[in-house]
Protein backbone atom coordinates (compact mmCIF):
# COMPACT_ATOMS: atom_id res chain seq x y z
CA UNK A 1 0.00 0.00 0.00
CA UNK A 2 1.30 3.36 -1.08
CA UNK A 3 2.28 6.40 1.07
CA UNK A 4 -0.50 9.10 1.15
CA UNK A 5 0.08 11.68 3.77
CA UNK A 6 -3.56 13.61 5.07
CA UNK A 7 -1.86 16.96 4.65
CA UNK A 8 -1.69 17.09 1.14
CA UNK A 9 -3.99 17.59 -1.26
CA UNK A 10 -4.49 14.89 -5.46
CA UNK A 11 -4.76 15.26 -8.61
CA UNK A 12 -6.62 11.83 -10.41
CA UNK A 13 -3.23 12.82 -12.77
CA UNK A 14 -1.27 11.58 -9.38
CA UNK A 15 0.89 14.68 -8.66
CA UNK A 16 0.37 15.85 -4.97
CA UNK A 17 0.68 19.62 -3.76
CA UNK A 18 1.15 21.16 -0.62
CA UNK A 19 0.29 25.04 0.04
CA UNK A 20 1.60 27.10 2.42
CA UNK A 21 1.75 31.09 2.62
CA UNK A 22 0.16 31.63 -0.90
CA UNK A 23 3.11 29.10 -2.39
CA UNK A 24 2.30 25.37 -4.02
CA UNK A 25 4.95 22.86 -4.19
CA UNK A 26 4.06 19.95 -6.37
CA UNK A 27 4.95 16.36 -6.75
CA UNK A 28 4.18 12.81 -8.11
CA UNK A 29 2.82 10.89 -5.64
CA UNK A 30 4.44 7.68 -3.92
CA UNK A 31 1.76 5.28 -6.10
CA UNK A 32 3.22 7.26 -9.24
CA UNK A 33 6.76 7.03 -8.36
CA UNK A 34 5.85 2.98 -7.72
CA UNK A 35 4.19 2.49 -10.93
CA UNK A 36 6.32 3.76 -12.98
CA UNK A 37 9.60 2.34 -11.27
CA UNK A 38 13.37 3.82 -11.39
CA UNK A 39 13.06 7.29 -12.50
CA UNK A 40 16.12 8.88 -15.02
CA UNK A 41 14.60 11.92 -15.98
CA UNK A 42 12.83 14.93 -15.15
CA UNK A 43 11.61 17.57 -17.18
CA UNK A 44 10.87 20.84 -15.28
CA UNK A 45 8.71 24.11 -16.37
CA UNK A 46 11.42 27.27 -16.09
CA UNK A 47 11.25 29.74 -13.31
CA UNK A 48 8.44 32.85 -14.06
CA UNK A 49 6.54 30.30 -16.25
CA UNK A 50 2.79 30.67 -15.90
CA UNK A 51 1.28 27.29 -15.53
CA UNK A 52 -2.67 26.33 -15.61
CA UNK A 53 -4.36 23.84 -13.46
CA UNK A 54 -4.30 20.28 -15.26
CA UNK A 55 -1.81 21.52 -18.17
CA UNK A 56 1.15 19.89 -18.94
CA UNK A 57 4.05 21.21 -17.02
CA UNK A 58 6.87 18.98 -17.44
CA UNK A 59 7.89 15.32 -18.29
CA UNK A 60 9.05 12.90 -15.54
CA UNK A 61 10.72 9.40 -17.81
CA UNK A 62 11.66 6.24 -15.81
CA UNK A 63 13.07 3.08 -17.16
CA UNK A 64 9.75 2.12 -17.82
CA UNK A 65 8.19 4.68 -19.54
CA UNK A 66 7.58 8.22 -19.73
CA UNK A 67 4.46 10.52 -18.39
CA UNK A 68 3.61 14.17 -18.54
CA UNK A 69 3.68 16.23 -15.20
CA UNK A 70 0.05 18.25 -15.16
CA UNK A 71 -0.04 21.52 -12.45
CA UNK A 72 -2.30 20.84 -10.39
CA UNK A 73 -2.80 24.62 -9.69
CA UNK A 74 -2.80 27.73 -12.21
CA UNK A 75 -0.10 30.66 -11.50
CA UNK A 76 3.65 31.24 -12.16
CA UNK A 77 6.30 29.18 -11.43
CA UNK A 78 9.00 30.64 -8.46
CA UNK A 79 11.54 27.53 -7.61
CA UNK A 80 12.16 24.01 -9.34
CA UNK A 81 14.48 21.26 -7.69
CA UNK A 82 17.52 21.73 -9.79
CA UNK A 83 18.75 18.70 -7.93
CA UNK A 84 16.53 16.08 -9.45
CA UNK A 85 18.86 17.14 -12.87
CA UNK A 86 21.23 14.82 -11.28
CA UNK A 87 19.74 12.88 -8.80
CA UNK A 88 15.80 11.47 -10.36
CA UNK A 89 16.10 8.84 -8.59
CA UNK A 90 14.87 11.32 -5.32
CA UNK A 91 11.85 11.07 -7.12
CA UNK A 92 11.49 7.27 -5.83
CA UNK A 93 13.28 7.50 -2.76
CA UNK A 94 11.52 10.39 -0.96
CA UNK A 95 8.51 11.74 -3.54
CA UNK A 96 7.10 14.29 -0.62
CA UNK A 97 10.42 14.98 0.53
CA UNK A 98 13.82 15.75 -1.59
CA UNK A 99 11.86 14.70 -4.70
CA UNK A 100 9.61 17.50 -4.97
CA UNK A 101 9.23 19.25 -8.56
CA UNK A 102 8.54 22.90 -8.77
CA UNK A 103 6.70 25.41 -6.46
CA UNK A 104 3.98 27.65 -8.12
CA UNK A 105 2.77 31.00 -6.28
CA UNK A 106 -0.88 31.55 -6.92
CA UNK A 107 -3.27 34.11 -6.46
CA UNK A 108 -5.13 31.81 -4.13
CA UNK A 109 -6.28 28.88 -2.49
CA UNK A 110 -9.60 28.28 -4.35
CA UNK A 111 -8.45 25.50 -6.91
CA UNK A 112 -6.66 23.72 -4.07
CA UNK A 113 -10.46 23.05 -3.46
CA UNK A 114 -10.96 21.29 -6.69
CA UNK A 115 -8.18 18.56 -5.44
CA UNK A 116 -8.57 15.84 -3.61
CA UNK A 117 -8.30 14.66 -0.15
CA UNK A 118 -5.69 11.77 1.06
CA UNK A 119 -8.83 9.58 1.54
CA UNK A 120 -10.37 9.86 -1.67
CA UNK A 121 -6.97 9.93 -3.61
CA UNK A 122 -6.04 6.40 -1.97
CA UNK A 123 -9.56 5.09 -2.76
CA UNK A 124 -8.71 6.02 -6.27
CA UNK A 125 -5.22 4.64 -6.37
CA UNK A 126 -7.02 0.73 -4.28
CA UNK A 127 -9.61 0.93 -7.59
CA UNK A 128 -6.44 1.71 -9.99
CA UNK A 129 -4.70 -1.48 -8.43
CA UNK A 130 -7.91 -3.77 -8.17
CA UNK A 131 -8.50 -2.90 -12.24
CA UNK A 132 -4.77 -3.49 -13.07
CA UNK A 133 -4.53 0.09 -14.61
CA UNK A 134 -1.63 1.74 -13.25
CA UNK A 135 -0.54 5.31 -14.13
CA UNK A 136 2.27 4.71 -16.59
CA UNK A 137 2.54 5.89 -20.42
CA UNK A 138 1.54 9.56 -20.69
CA UNK A 139 -0.64 9.31 -17.03
CA UNK A 140 1.23 10.09 -14.19
CA UNK B 1 -7.53 -15.06 -17.58
CA UNK B 2 -5.48 -16.79 -14.20
CA UNK B 3 -1.96 -16.48 -14.49
CA UNK B 4 0.01 -19.59 -13.96
CA UNK B 5 2.70 -19.80 -10.57
CA UNK B 6 6.44 -20.72 -10.87
CA UNK B 7 7.29 -22.78 -8.22
CA UNK B 8 9.04 -19.90 -6.86
CA UNK B 9 5.89 -17.58 -6.60
CA UNK B 10 5.67 -17.25 -2.69
CA UNK B 11 9.84 -16.11 -3.08
CA UNK B 12 8.71 -13.31 -5.16
CA UNK B 13 5.78 -12.64 -2.75
CA UNK B 14 7.98 -13.27 0.48
CA UNK B 15 10.76 -10.71 -1.30
CA UNK B 16 8.20 -8.09 -1.81
CA UNK B 17 8.25 -8.27 -5.76
CA UNK B 18 6.13 -6.55 -7.70
CA UNK B 19 4.53 -9.10 -9.89
CA UNK B 20 3.42 -8.52 -13.66
CA UNK B 21 1.95 -10.81 -15.79
CA UNK B 22 4.07 -11.92 -18.98
CA UNK B 23 3.17 -14.43 -21.49
CA UNK B 24 0.56 -15.86 -19.33
CA UNK B 25 2.39 -16.40 -16.08
CA UNK B 26 2.87 -14.45 -12.54
CA UNK B 27 6.60 -12.84 -12.77
CA UNK B 28 8.53 -10.78 -10.77
CA UNK B 29 8.86 -7.18 -12.28
CA UNK B 30 11.49 -5.85 -9.64
CA UNK B 31 11.52 -5.92 -5.96
CA UNK B 32 12.25 -2.51 -5.58
CA UNK B 33 14.93 -0.86 -7.82
CA UNK B 34 15.52 -2.20 -11.49
CA UNK B 35 18.44 -0.49 -11.34
CA UNK B 36 20.28 -1.61 -8.49
CA UNK B 37 18.92 -4.99 -9.59
CA UNK B 38 20.77 -4.19 -12.94
CA UNK B 39 23.79 -3.25 -11.01
CA UNK B 40 23.96 -6.18 -8.84
CA UNK B 41 24.52 -8.74 -11.75
CA UNK B 42 26.76 -6.33 -13.36
CA UNK B 43 28.95 -5.99 -10.16
CA UNK B 44 28.67 -9.35 -8.21
CA UNK B 45 25.59 -11.78 -8.50
CA UNK B 46 21.94 -11.44 -9.24
CA UNK B 47 19.24 -14.43 -9.19
CA UNK B 48 16.19 -14.14 -12.03
CA UNK B 49 13.47 -16.93 -11.44
CA UNK B 50 13.45 -17.84 -15.42
CA UNK B 51 11.19 -20.91 -14.96
CA UNK B 52 8.32 -19.55 -17.28
CA UNK B 53 10.68 -20.65 -20.48
CA UNK B 54 9.40 -23.77 -22.20
CA UNK B 55 11.15 -26.68 -21.33
CA UNK B 56 11.03 -30.02 -23.73
CA UNK B 57 12.84 -33.02 -23.88
CA UNK B 58 13.36 -34.75 -27.00
CA UNK B 59 15.43 -37.80 -27.12
CA UNK B 60 16.14 -40.64 -29.61
CA UNK B 61 17.37 -40.81 -33.27
CA UNK B 62 13.67 -39.52 -34.34
CA UNK B 63 14.14 -36.30 -31.84
CA UNK B 64 17.46 -35.89 -33.87
CA UNK B 65 15.97 -35.86 -37.53
CA UNK B 66 13.49 -33.60 -36.43
CA UNK B 67 15.59 -31.12 -34.61
CA UNK B 68 17.96 -31.46 -38.02
CA UNK B 69 14.74 -30.20 -39.82
CA UNK B 70 13.87 -27.44 -37.62
CA UNK B 71 16.54 -26.47 -36.04
CA UNK B 72 18.83 -23.64 -37.93
CA UNK B 73 21.63 -23.69 -35.74
CA UNK B 74 24.94 -26.25 -35.75
CA UNK B 75 22.82 -29.25 -34.23
CA UNK B 76 26.16 -31.33 -34.60
CA UNK B 77 28.00 -29.12 -32.27
CA UNK B 78 25.13 -29.79 -29.41
CA UNK B 79 27.14 -32.91 -28.49
CA UNK B 80 26.44 -34.42 -25.09
CA UNK B 81 27.26 -31.35 -22.54
CA UNK B 82 27.13 -28.67 -25.20
CA UNK B 83 24.55 -26.09 -26.06
CA UNK B 84 23.59 -24.25 -29.42
CA UNK B 85 21.77 -21.11 -29.56
CA UNK B 86 19.85 -20.52 -32.81
CA UNK B 87 16.39 -20.57 -34.35
CA UNK B 88 13.45 -21.79 -35.65
CA UNK B 89 12.52 -20.79 -39.03
CA UNK B 90 9.47 -21.04 -41.30
CA UNK B 91 9.50 -21.96 -44.93
CA UNK B 92 10.05 -18.28 -45.71
CA UNK B 93 13.03 -17.72 -43.23
CA UNK B 94 11.02 -16.25 -40.71
CA UNK B 95 12.34 -16.74 -37.28
CA UNK B 96 9.67 -18.53 -35.45
CA UNK B 97 11.35 -18.71 -32.01
CA UNK B 98 14.88 -18.44 -30.71
CA UNK B 99 16.02 -21.19 -28.87
CA UNK B 100 19.19 -23.07 -26.89
CA UNK B 101 19.56 -26.74 -27.78
CA UNK B 102 21.52 -29.01 -25.09
CA UNK B 103 22.93 -31.75 -26.45
CA UNK B 104 22.46 -34.48 -23.49
CA UNK B 105 23.10 -38.39 -23.81
CA UNK B 106 20.95 -40.51 -25.67
CA UNK B 107 19.06 -36.44 -26.99
CA UNK B 108 18.57 -33.05 -26.62
CA UNK B 109 16.40 -30.43 -24.41
CA UNK B 110 15.10 -27.71 -26.41
CA UNK B 111 14.52 -24.28 -24.47
CA UNK B 112 12.18 -21.79 -25.76
CA UNK B 113 10.16 -18.72 -24.80
CA UNK B 114 7.66 -18.39 -22.92
CA UNK B 115 5.23 -16.50 -25.17
CA UNK B 116 6.08 -18.91 -27.99
CA UNK B 117 5.12 -22.13 -26.17
CA UNK B 118 1.73 -22.70 -28.15
CA UNK B 119 3.52 -21.99 -31.71
CA UNK B 120 6.60 -23.92 -31.17
CA UNK B 121 4.73 -26.75 -30.04
CA UNK B 122 2.18 -27.07 -33.18
CA UNK B 123 5.54 -26.88 -35.22
CA UNK B 124 7.71 -29.24 -33.91
CA UNK B 125 4.51 -31.70 -34.02
CA UNK B 126 3.89 -30.58 -37.55
CA UNK B 127 7.54 -32.20 -38.63
CA UNK B 128 7.93 -34.76 -35.69
CA UNK B 129 8.06 -38.24 -37.61
CA UNK B 130 6.63 -40.71 -35.94
CA UNK B 131 9.72 -42.20 -33.81
CA UNK B 132 9.91 -38.48 -32.53
CA UNK B 133 8.89 -38.17 -28.94
CA UNK B 134 8.28 -34.51 -27.31
CA UNK B 135 8.27 -33.98 -23.57
CA UNK B 136 7.30 -31.11 -21.64
CA UNK B 137 9.33 -30.31 -19.00
CA UNK B 138 6.76 -28.36 -17.06
CA UNK B 139 7.92 -29.93 -13.87
CA UNK B 140 11.27 -28.58 -13.57
CA UNK B 141 12.11 -24.49 -12.46
CA UNK B 142 14.64 -22.59 -14.23
CA UNK B 143 17.12 -20.37 -12.15
CA UNK B 144 19.51 -18.14 -13.74
CA UNK B 145 22.39 -16.88 -11.84
CA UNK B 146 24.40 -14.07 -13.12
CA UNK B 147 27.41 -12.02 -12.75
CA UNK B 148 31.05 -12.06 -12.08
CA UNK B 149 31.14 -13.83 -8.90
CA UNK B 150 27.62 -16.38 -9.75
CA UNK B 151 29.86 -18.89 -10.36
CA UNK B 152 31.81 -18.76 -7.44
CA UNK B 153 28.45 -18.48 -5.54
CA UNK B 154 26.35 -21.30 -6.95
CA UNK B 155 29.86 -23.29 -6.17
CA UNK B 156 29.02 -22.56 -2.81
CA UNK B 157 25.44 -23.56 -2.41
CA UNK B 158 25.24 -26.42 -4.92
CA UNK B 159 26.64 -29.92 -4.81
CA UNK B 160 27.70 -29.52 -8.64
CA UNK B 161 30.55 -28.22 -9.56
CA UNK B 162 30.32 -25.64 -12.52
CA UNK B 163 33.56 -23.49 -11.66
CA UNK B 164 35.57 -25.39 -14.45
CA UNK B 165 33.03 -25.47 -16.75
CA UNK B 166 33.33 -23.83 -20.46
CA UNK B 167 30.93 -21.25 -21.90
CA UNK B 168 28.35 -22.95 -23.33
CA UNK B 169 28.50 -26.40 -21.79
CA UNK B 170 26.51 -28.06 -19.16
CA UNK B 171 26.64 -30.78 -16.59
CA UNK B 172 24.00 -32.90 -15.40
CA UNK B 173 23.40 -34.73 -11.88
CA UNK B 174 20.08 -36.58 -11.47
CA UNK B 175 17.23 -33.91 -12.13
CA UNK B 176 19.60 -31.11 -11.74
CA UNK B 177 21.26 -29.47 -14.96
CA UNK B 178 23.31 -26.79 -15.13
CA UNK B 179 24.74 -24.88 -18.27
CA UNK B 180 27.10 -22.20 -18.51
CA UNK B 181 24.84 -19.40 -20.54
CA UNK B 182 22.82 -16.58 -19.88
CA UNK B 183 21.04 -13.49 -21.00
CA UNK B 184 22.84 -10.69 -19.45
CA UNK B 185 25.97 -10.06 -21.28
CA UNK B 186 27.95 -11.19 -17.49
CA UNK B 187 29.37 -14.90 -17.14
CA UNK B 188 26.53 -17.15 -14.82
CA UNK B 189 24.80 -20.19 -15.00
CA UNK B 190 21.56 -21.28 -15.72
CA UNK B 191 19.86 -24.37 -13.11
CA UNK B 192 17.11 -26.74 -14.67
CA UNK B 193 16.30 -28.45 -11.50
CA UNK B 194 13.05 -30.26 -10.41
CA UNK B 195 10.46 -27.51 -9.16
CA UNK B 196 9.84 -28.58 -5.28
CA UNK B 197 13.46 -27.81 -5.21
CA UNK B 198 13.79 -24.79 -6.27
CA UNK B 199 13.09 -22.56 -3.28
CA UNK B 200 15.78 -24.35 -1.25
CA UNK B 201 18.22 -23.27 -4.15
CA UNK B 202 16.85 -19.54 -4.26
CA UNK B 203 16.83 -19.07 -0.43
CA UNK B 204 20.29 -20.38 -0.31
CA UNK B 205 21.49 -18.65 -3.25
CA UNK B 206 20.07 -15.41 -1.35
CA UNK B 207 21.57 -16.33 1.67
CA UNK B 208 25.01 -16.64 0.10
CA UNK B 209 24.76 -12.97 -1.33
CA UNK B 210 22.99 -13.07 -5.04
CA UNK B 211 20.10 -10.53 -5.26
CA UNK B 212 17.17 -11.78 -6.86
CA UNK B 213 16.18 -9.69 -10.17
CA UNK B 214 13.37 -8.93 -12.14
CA UNK B 215 12.02 -9.12 -15.47
CA UNK B 216 12.65 -5.48 -16.10
CA UNK B 217 16.16 -5.92 -15.24
CA UNK B 218 16.52 -8.78 -17.17
CA UNK B 219 15.39 -6.58 -20.15
CA UNK B 220 18.10 -3.74 -19.69
CA UNK B 221 20.91 -6.28 -19.39
CA UNK B 222 20.08 -7.99 -22.39
CA UNK B 223 19.65 -5.01 -24.38
CA UNK B 224 23.15 -3.38 -22.87
CA UNK B 225 24.59 -6.91 -24.22
CA UNK B 226 22.94 -6.23 -27.26
CA UNK B 227 20.87 -9.13 -27.34
CA UNK B 228 17.38 -10.06 -29.23
CA UNK B 229 14.36 -10.36 -27.36
CA UNK B 230 11.22 -11.96 -29.55
CA UNK B 231 8.43 -10.49 -30.15
CA UNK B 232 10.24 -6.93 -29.97
CA UNK B 233 13.35 -7.17 -32.31
CA UNK B 234 12.43 -10.50 -34.62
CA UNK B 235 9.19 -12.59 -34.94
CA UNK B 236 8.11 -14.68 -38.12
CA UNK B 237 8.20 -12.00 -40.88
CA UNK B 238 12.20 -11.34 -40.13
CA UNK B 239 14.95 -13.66 -40.79
CA UNK B 240 18.07 -14.09 -38.83
CA UNK B 241 20.15 -11.94 -41.13
CA UNK B 242 17.39 -9.09 -40.68
CA UNK B 243 17.70 -9.52 -36.72
CA UNK B 244 21.68 -9.66 -36.49
CA UNK B 245 21.55 -13.34 -36.43
CA UNK B 246 23.25 -14.45 -39.52
CA UNK B 247 25.80 -16.19 -37.03
CA UNK B 248 23.62 -18.64 -35.30
CA UNK B 249 22.77 -20.25 -39.19
CA UNK B 250 24.74 -23.55 -40.07
CA UNK B 251 24.71 -23.21 -43.64
CA UNK B 252 27.69 -26.30 -43.70
CA UNK B 253 28.95 -28.55 -41.23
CA UNK B 254 32.76 -27.86 -39.77
CA UNK B 255 35.09 -30.15 -40.25
CA UNK B 256 35.21 -32.61 -37.82
CA UNK B 257 32.26 -32.54 -36.42
CA UNK B 258 29.73 -35.35 -36.15
CA UNK B 259 27.60 -34.80 -39.38
CA UNK B 260 26.08 -36.68 -41.72
CA UNK B 261 27.26 -36.35 -45.60
CA UNK B 262 25.07 -33.86 -46.77
CA UNK B 263 25.06 -30.24 -45.79
CA UNK B 264 22.24 -29.17 -43.52
CA UNK B 265 18.56 -28.86 -44.54
CA UNK B 266 16.53 -27.40 -42.67
CA UNK B 267 13.25 -25.52 -42.96
CA UNK B 268 13.36 -21.96 -44.21
CA UNK B 269 16.76 -22.57 -45.91
CA UNK B 270 16.34 -21.89 -49.37
CA UNK B 271 14.13 -18.74 -48.85
CA UNK B 272 17.62 -17.94 -46.63
CA UNK B 273 19.83 -18.57 -49.03
CA UNK B 274 18.20 -16.41 -51.73
CA UNK B 275 18.23 -13.50 -49.03
CA UNK B 276 21.71 -14.18 -48.55
CA UNK B 277 22.48 -13.83 -52.06
CA UNK B 278 20.17 -10.91 -52.39
CA UNK B 279 21.35 -9.27 -48.97
CA UNK B 280 18.62 -8.15 -47.00
CA UNK B 281 17.03 -4.90 -47.23
CA UNK B 282 16.83 -3.65 -43.76
CA UNK B 283 19.05 -4.97 -41.07
CA UNK B 284 19.13 -5.10 -37.63
CA UNK B 285 22.06 -2.44 -35.25
CA UNK B 286 22.09 -0.71 -32.45
CA UNK B 287 21.17 2.87 -31.75
CA UNK B 288 22.58 5.02 -28.90
CA UNK B 289 21.32 8.61 -27.85
CA UNK B 290 23.75 11.18 -27.49
CA UNK B 291 20.78 13.57 -26.20
CA UNK B 292 18.64 13.69 -23.05
CA UNK B 293 15.49 11.40 -23.23
CA UNK B 294 14.63 7.35 -23.45
CA UNK B 295 13.69 5.78 -26.68
CA UNK B 296 11.01 3.40 -26.73
CA UNK B 297 9.88 0.94 -29.35
CA UNK B 298 8.21 2.37 -32.24
CA UNK B 299 10.64 5.21 -32.35
CA UNK B 300 11.20 6.82 -35.83
CA UNK B 301 15.02 6.51 -36.87
CA UNK B 302 15.99 9.41 -39.59
CA UNK B 303 19.31 10.27 -41.08
CA UNK B 304 20.25 12.46 -43.61
CA UNK B 305 18.13 11.62 -46.01
CA UNK B 306 15.18 12.51 -47.91
CA UNK B 307 12.90 15.40 -45.93
CA UNK B 308 10.52 13.51 -44.19
CA UNK B 309 12.15 10.21 -44.42
CA UNK B 310 11.66 7.37 -41.97
CA UNK B 311 14.29 4.99 -43.15
CA UNK B 312 14.39 3.06 -39.43
CA UNK B 313 12.28 1.96 -36.14
CA UNK B 314 13.60 1.59 -33.02
CA UNK B 315 12.50 -2.24 -32.23
CA UNK B 316 13.51 -1.84 -28.28
CA UNK B 317 14.87 0.87 -26.33
CA UNK B 318 15.46 1.94 -22.95
CA UNK B 319 17.90 3.47 -20.23
CA UNK B 320 21.07 2.07 -19.56
CA UNK B 321 21.90 1.84 -16.03
CA UNK B 322 25.47 0.77 -16.64
CA UNK B 323 26.25 3.73 -19.41
CA UNK B 324 24.18 6.56 -17.72
CA UNK B 325 22.04 6.88 -21.52
CA UNK B 326 19.37 5.56 -23.89
CA UNK B 327 20.26 2.64 -25.88
CA UNK B 328 18.13 0.52 -28.62
CA UNK B 329 18.01 -1.61 -31.13
CA UNK B 330 16.60 -0.69 -34.59
CA UNK B 331 15.57 -1.95 -37.70
CA UNK B 332 17.09 -0.15 -40.37
CA UNK B 333 18.07 -0.49 -44.08
CA UNK B 334 21.49 -1.93 -44.90
CA UNK B 335 24.66 0.36 -44.97
CA UNK B 336 23.45 2.60 -42.40
CA UNK B 337 25.87 3.84 -39.87
CA UNK B 338 27.00 6.40 -37.78
CA UNK B 339 25.09 9.56 -37.02
CA UNK B 340 21.02 9.76 -37.04
CA UNK B 341 18.00 10.97 -35.21
CA UNK B 342 15.83 9.66 -33.21
CA UNK B 343 12.19 11.16 -33.04
CA UNK B 344 11.39 11.21 -29.42
CA UNK B 345 7.99 12.69 -28.16
CA UNK B 346 9.80 16.06 -27.52
CA UNK B 347 11.68 16.52 -31.20
CA UNK B 348 14.21 15.09 -32.92
CA UNK B 349 17.31 13.79 -30.32
CA UNK B 350 21.00 13.25 -32.31
CA UNK B 351 22.15 9.57 -31.79
CA UNK B 352 24.60 7.04 -33.72
CA UNK B 353 23.66 3.76 -35.20
CA UNK B 354 26.57 1.40 -34.16
CA UNK B 355 27.18 -2.40 -34.06
CA UNK B 356 25.76 -4.18 -31.11
CA UNK B 357 26.33 -4.70 -28.21
CA UNK B 358 26.73 -2.21 -26.30
CA UNK B 359 28.38 -3.57 -22.07
CA UNK B 360 30.04 -6.70 -21.86
CA UNK B 361 31.14 -8.22 -18.69
CA UNK B 362 30.46 -4.42 -16.93
CA UNK B 363 32.46 -2.76 -19.90
CA UNK B 364 31.10 0.00 -22.37
CA UNK B 365 32.17 -1.90 -25.41
CA UNK B 366 30.18 0.23 -28.19
CA UNK B 367 32.40 2.81 -30.54
Known amino acids: ?21 GVVTIGITDFAQEALGDVVFVELPEVDQPVQAGEEAGVVESVKAASDIYSPVSGIVVEVNDELEDSPDLVNHAPYGEGWFFRVQVENDVELDDLLEADAYQERCDAETASGHAPEDGDA | MTLARTAL ?14 AGWSMPLNYGSQIAEHHAVRRAAGLFDVSHMTIIDIPGAGGEALLRRVFAGNLARAMPGKAVYGVLLNADAGVIDDVIVYGREGGFRLIANAATRDRVWRWLGA ?43 ALERAEWMVGRTGYT ?33 RDTLRLEAGLNLYGLDMDEHTTPLEANLAWTVAWAFGAGEKAPAHAPDFVGRDALARQRAAKPNEVLRGVVLEGKGVMRRGNAVTTGGAEG ?23 VPRGVAGACSVRLRGGDVPARIIKPPFVRHGKRVHE
Open chain 1, 1 to 21: MSDTPSELRYAPTHEWAFFQD
Open chain 2, 127 to 169: HAQPDAVLRARDDLAMIAVQGPTARALFAEVADLDATRLAPFS
Open chain 2, 309 to 331: STPGIVTSGTFSPTLGYSIGLAR
Open chain 2, 9 to 22: YEEHLAAGARMTGF
Open chain 2, 185 to 217: GEDGVEVLLPGREAADLWRRLVAAGASPAGLAA
